[in-house]
């Protein structure tokens, strides 16, 4: 590489998954992106006020990279406080990030080189009323209640 220098750095446009659902319909959609440097108190703090506009429908956490586990973390909390039924629907994706290289010397038989990074992306879309038509069946669609499990409690024997 010590032949080449970087022209320039790429970032391709990230496509949601659930966009062309969500497009039709007259819901309210907002979208909060997770990093990994994100705090999870402002996140939730962030996500529960959207969930608790009434005219907010749905819900879409993004989250790139290592931040996937913090989405995931953060959907099961706003389960948990969210009284009434969450639907939930995931989805996985990837961003493309592409670095171009050119030849130092440009009179040289070299090339011009690109390279590409693909970073995964976690898509969580939570509704607070039925999910619409085309996701009803979507293969990854989770519903959960607001209701915690009762644990079985057990007396120690003596």
């Known amino acids: 590489m010590d032949s080449y220098v970087k022209y320039k750095t790429v970032n391709h446009e990230l496509t949601n998954p659930f966009a062309e659902f ?5 819901c309210k959609v ?13 996140v939730v703090g962030y996500a529960m006020k959207r969930l ?7 819900l879409v ?5 290592k931040a ?7 959907s099961d909390i706003l389960h948990s406080k969210h009284s009434g ?13 592409e670095d171009i290289w050119m030849p130092k010397e440009a009179d040289s038989d070299l090339d011009t080189l690109s390279v590409k990074q693909h970073v995964p992306v976690l898509f ?12 009803a069946a979507h293969p990854s669609r989770v519903q959960i209640t607001g209701q915690k499990e009762r644990k079985a409690s057990y007396k120690k024997k003596r």
């Open 30 to 42: 907002f979208e909060v992106r997770i990093a990994a440097h994100s705090v999870m108190n402002k």
């Open 52 to 58: 608790k506009q009434a005219d907010a429908d749905v």
């Open 124 to 135: 969580i879309l939570l509704a607070k009323n039925a999910l619409p038509e085309k996701l």
């Open 68 to 74: 996937g586990e913090k989405a995931k973390k953060c």
């Open 85 to 97: 039924l969450l639907h939930q629907c995931n989805a996985t994706g990837h961003q493309v990030y």
């Open 61 to 65: 956490l993004i989250a790139q990279g």
């Open 22 to 26: 969500l497009s039709s319909d007259t």
